[in-house]
């Protein structure tokens, strides 16, 4: 019911920017909370009452942003590192405590490379 596809990914070099999208479609109640994640876990997460989350390492460099009607969420990423090179996937979900979010539904990913 619920699809996830991610785009915007690709190679920069340090200190190069990339925005990612990821559209959704479904039960907006399956997609309350939307969430950029790779493989060392949540990158940033955003929920339809507005909070937002991020992870220490891109906190000041990541924004992430939602526009609702269209259900799509973005990930603005500045000043990109070499640690940040990793398959970014897109996950939708709900807050099952106030501090924790369950993501049952996932994008296919997209793969941001950063050079040095």
């Known amino acids: 019911q619920v699809q996830l596809v991610e785009s915007g990914g690709g190679s920069v070099q340090a200190g190069g920017s990339l925005r990612l999208s990821c559209a959704a479609s479904?039960?907006?109640?399956?997609?309350?909370?939307m969430g950029w994640h790779r493989e060392r876990g949540v990158v940033a997460a955003i929920c339809r009452d507005g909070s937002t989350s991020y992870a220490d390492s891109v906190q000041g460099r990541f924004t992430i942003s939602k526009a609702n009607a269209a259900n799509t969420v973005y990930l603005e990423m500045d000043n990109l590192k070499p640690e940040d090179t990793a398959m970014y996937y897109c996950?939708?979900?709900?807050?099952?405590?106030?501090?924790?979010?369950?993501?049952?539904?996932w994008g296919q990913g997209t793969q941001v490379t950063v050079s040095s």
């Open positions: 996950a939708a979900g709900w807050r099952v405590r106030p501090d924790s979010i369950y993501y049952p539904y």
């Open positions: 479904g039960n907006a109640a399956d997609t309350y909370c």
